[in-house]
């Protein structure tokens, strides 16, 4: 077996439009190509003593062991290592269920397809599936210490992947609310909902945050002070940067016991508490003063250690920190007790799992040595014995919800503290002996006020209730009622898409408000080009959802992207079918126009249930598609009487149609007029059926979305098939002797849709034909046929990049179709472009018009406005 190719899908896909996240493998059975599961010698017992836990998969047969029943009675090595990839996944800790596998037009190569969780481990997952799979077949097993290796492998890929806690909470709940998410490329930053809704966080972190608050907090004494200020319980205390000014300032806060910490700490770090002699409170000056150069002595408070987290003014969480600890048993001495508790799979290394690993430090040393302890004590049974003087779990501390606990009065003295302070997510460090009574009854303090407060105590406490934390942050960000998306067109269809796509954004550029949208010629936001190229695939759309400036999303959505990685957006509101024609057939394996129009419906699939599907009634691929899609449907057409518009109409639909010189709206039993076609120029005065025909798509996908006739009307009137607007689109240039016609058409539809027009010319036509090499020869030949069709003289050229044929056979396709249709037809070839257009130009007779399709548009019109500056320059002298 071999991998031919690997592929990641991260949205609505060809396999599937709920389950984003899939790996496309296409696999070479090679020499098992017509070997099923129950025909290799031991196989079958050999893939089920390794994987026993295959049992579990239910596949086609709906039962346990259906899988296994489906290998016994003979089935691919596709389907095994489907199977297989999923299951390695599953006892990695990733449980995924879904799979598919059929085979290609290619014998023996088939695609295999199946779930993952994180990218790198489904990639993973998939190699190994094949090397496990071809080991059993060729030794009739797999090696135990190769698949341990494998999920170890699997399970790292994971943790590498994981997102941290706190964020993971937030991106959980934004989920389960719907609310899309990414990860932008730097600082962890994750971006919630879409375009000019959106928000952002960083960790706890949002931007909501402001820069006042977070660096208040983070100076340590001066948010002491305010908090003093406003009566608020704190401890007592002062800054110190000399050694020297210790017995002063111990004096003036009234003595011991007392506190020595770094000015700018966190994370415990440097802390000393309860020092009760000179001797210490020096040892510790020292310790916090490697950390930072002034230090604060404060008042010890005795008591336990209490988080409370406020959310946009709220107490919605309380949570108990026990310092590192162990538990005596009678028989283990501290080291081992230390070593069992950090067994627990629970915890990690610093902040990455639920609780943190213990480690003897010198704080443990100096606390075990207070106690007359070392490593080796054995402790009494349920004798507690701390390893750590302060709480943080990041140092092995425990937690414990307490938010049930919390008294009222306390309540109102955080909320109060985290206004002062000015954050909207905070962490309130408070020392109290008591969390149910009054502090200022029971001697409690705020010790500190933390900005970007870490989640998993409240999320993942060790005792007591998990509170979802991330659910108040969320109402915050996006208060019930606040959409976090922004309004999504997006436009498929063989050919069109690029000038329904532009079309459709200068009608909603009507609206006044800022529109994004991807064509195949660059990404634009309002008037300007952001990067140009071919981007019509999910990373050009995930710019424009990204982007905070973006109140409407219009996205050409193509072919090839789909294919490649899926949508790059979960949902649109009006997904557009243009029209599915014959065009890159064999790629991707893709072979068929069902396969194809299969693929392109995925876009109308994506569509919400409130949303639209608008689909071309006179195409019967596109108008089948209302069968598959949630959405509602609009249908347009190029004829009122069309059976579909009329029975959809009657049942009270929606839809555009062509009807006595009028684009209109029908909606039930009314009709919208737009306008007249003869005033919309890309329809070269309603000469271009198939530009009619787009505009009517683009009306009524606005029209669904709500956008006013008015608006719309406005922009159809003014969008012009100029070289500005639509470049490479029907750019018809007069040079007074005679026309040129610019336009991209490259499949047999769009010569079709061209050739109506062209037949309409009353003077000689002149073809520029070719045809990108990487289509089929049938197609080339079909290119040729239709050029002889509908012209009277043609110039065959290539495109510059041949696209893997040697140069001149894609001409000698085209040839071929044009002898094919007609002997007599005139014909010249000339590979270079550039060569033919001039060629063309330069032999043109008057009233003829020369249609040029280019590979190069840019090009190709500077050529136009260099011949007509010659031909002006001919004429005045
Ligand atoms: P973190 O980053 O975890 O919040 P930190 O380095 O910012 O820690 P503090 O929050 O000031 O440090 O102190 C850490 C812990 O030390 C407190 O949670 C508390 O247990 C203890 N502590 C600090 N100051 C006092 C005090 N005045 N009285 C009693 N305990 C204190
Ligand atoms: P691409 O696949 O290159 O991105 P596209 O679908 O974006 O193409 P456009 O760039 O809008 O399509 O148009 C390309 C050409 O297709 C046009 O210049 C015209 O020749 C032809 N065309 C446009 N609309 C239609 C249509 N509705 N039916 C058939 N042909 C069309
Ligand atoms: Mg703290
Ligand atoms: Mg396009």
């Given at each position: 077996m071999k991998i031919l190719k690997l592929q990641t899908l991260r949205g609505p896909n060809y396999w599937s439009i709920?389950?984003?996240k899939l790996i496309v493998m296409r696999l070479d059975l090679e020499e098992v190509a017509n070997t099923p599961s129950n025909q290799i010698p031991g196989f079958v017992d050999g893939l089920v003593r390794v994987l026993p836990s295959l049992y579990n998969h239910f596949c086609s047969l709906g039962h346990e062991g259906g899988f296994l029943t489906r290998l016994r009675e003979g089935t691919y090595l596709g389907h095994v290592v489907e199977h297989v990839a999923l299951e390695l996944q599953e006892l990695a800790g990733m449980p995924v269920g879904f799979g598919r596998t059929r085979e290609t037009s290619t014998p023996g190569v088939y695609q295999v397809v199946y779930e993952y969780q994180v990218e790198e481990a489904g990639r993973y997952a998939g190699r190994a599936a094949v090397r496990l799979c071809q080991s059993i077949i060729d030794t009739g097993t797999y090696p135990q210490r190769e698949l341990d290796q494998d999920l170890a492998d699997l399970r790292e890929l994971k943790a590498k992947a994981s997102l941290g806690p706190s964020t993971e909470a937030i991106v959980r709940e934004a989920e389960a609310r719907n609310i899309p998410w990414f990860e932008l490329s730097s600082r962890s930053i994750i971006q919630l909902g879409y375009g000019a809704r959106s928000h952002r966080m960083q960790a706890t972190l949002s931007d909501r945050s402001g820069i006042l608050a977070v660096e208040l907090a983070g100076d340590k004494e001066g948010a002491k002070r305010l908090l003093q200020d406003a009566g608020i319980p704190v401890p007592k205390g002062t800054v110190v940067r000399y050694m020297e000014d210790l017995p002063e300032a111990i004096e003036d806060i009234g003595g011991y016991p007392i506190v020595i910490k770094p000015l700018n700490g966190n994370h415990g770090r440097g802390i000393t508490i309860d020092i009760n002699s000179l001797e210490e409170a020096e040892e510790a000056f020292e310790i916090a003063s490697s950390v930072s150069k002034s230090v604060i002595v404060e008042r010890y408070h005795a008591g336990r250690d209490f988080r409370v987290l406020v959310v946009n003014g709220k107490v919605v969480a309380v949570a108990e920190r026990v310092p590192a600890h162990v538990i005596g048993d009678g028989r283990s001495t501290i080291e081992e007790l230390i070593e069992k508790t950090n067994q627990d799979p629970q915890r990690g290394d610093g902040h990455d799992n639920i609780l943190t690993r213990i480690e003897v430090n010198h704080d443990t040393w100096t606390l075990l040595e207070k106690q007359g302890y070392t490593l080796n004590t054995v402790l009494q049974p349920g004798e507690i014995c701390y390893l750590r003087a302060t709480a943080n779990l990041s140092t092995g501390g425990i937690a414990v919800d307490r938010t049930d606990e919390i008294h009222p009065e306390n309540v109102w003295i955080c909320q109060r503290a985290a206004r002062i302070i000015g954050l909207d997510i905070a962490g309130i460090d408070v020392v109290s002996p008591?969390?149910?009574?009054?502090l200022p009854k029971v001697g409690g303090v705020i010790v500190e006020v933390n900005a970007a407060p870490g989640f998993r105590m409240h999320t993942n406490p060790s005792q007591g209730i998990a509170r979802n934390v991330a659910e108040p942050v969320l109402n915050m960000l996006f208060p019930p009622g606040t959409p976090c998306r922004i309004p999504i067109f997006a436009i498929t269809g063989t050919n069109g898409k690029t000038t329904t796509t532009r079309l459709l954004a200068h009608i909603c550029k009507q609206t006044g408000q800022t529109v994004g949208y991807t064509t195949t010629d660059g990404i634009y936001i309002g008037d300007y080009l952001v990067e140009k190229g071919d981007t019509t695939g999910p990373q050009s759309a995930q710019l424009i959802l990204q982007d905070p400036t973006v109140e409407i999303a219009v996205l050409e959505t193509a072919r090839g992207g789909i294919l490649r990685s899926g949508l790059g957006f979960d949902h649109c509101d009006v997904g557009v079918v243009l029209n599915v024609q014959a065009d890159h057939l064999g790629l991707g394996d893709i072979d068929t126009v069902e396969q194809l129009a299969d693929l392109k419906a995925v876009v109308v699939e994506s569509a919400w249930p409130n949303g639209y599907a608008v689909l071309n009634a006179d195409d019967p691929l596109v108008a089948g598609m209302a069968r598959q899609v949630k959405a509602q449907v609009a249908y347009f057409s190029m004829n009122p009487h069309n059976p579909i518009i009329r029975q959809h109409i009657q049942q009270g639909g929606l839809a555009a149609v062509y009807e006595n010189g009028y684009l209109s709206i029908l909606k039930g039993d009314w009709t919208l007029r737009i306008e007249q076609a003869e005033n919309v120029p890309i329809t070269l005065g309603g000469r271009a059926g198939f530009m009619i025909a787009n505009a009517l798509a683009a009306s009524l996908a606005a029209f669904a979305q709500g956008i006013s006739i008015e608006h719309i009307r406005a922009a159809l009137t003014t969008f012009r098939t100029s070289v500005e607007q639509t470049p490479g689109r029907m750019n018809l240039f007069d040079l007074g002797q005679f026309s040129v016609l610019v336009d991209y058409a490259h499949n047999p539809a769009g010569y079709e849709a061209i050739g109506e027009f062209v037949q309409k010319w009353p003077g000689q036509r002149i073809g520029v034909v070719g045809g990108p090499g990487d289509r089929r020869d049938q197609d080339l030949e079909q290119l040729g046929e239709l050029s002889a069709k509908i012209f009277d003289w043609i110039i065959i050229k290539e495109d510059d990049d041949t696209r893997g044929r040697p140069r001149g056979d894609a001409a000698y396709w085209i040839e071929r179709g044009v002898h094919h249709h007609s002997v007599q037809r005139q014909y010249d070839i000339i590979h270079d472009e550039v060569a033919a257009i001039q060629f063309a130009l330069d032999r043109a007779p008057q009233g003829s018009l020369v249609v040029i399709f280019p590979a190069e548009v840019s090009r190709t019109i500077q050529l136009i406005h260099q011949h007509h500056q010659r031909l002006k320059g001919e004429t005045s002298n």
């Open positions: 709920r389950r984003h008591d969390i149910s009574q009054p």
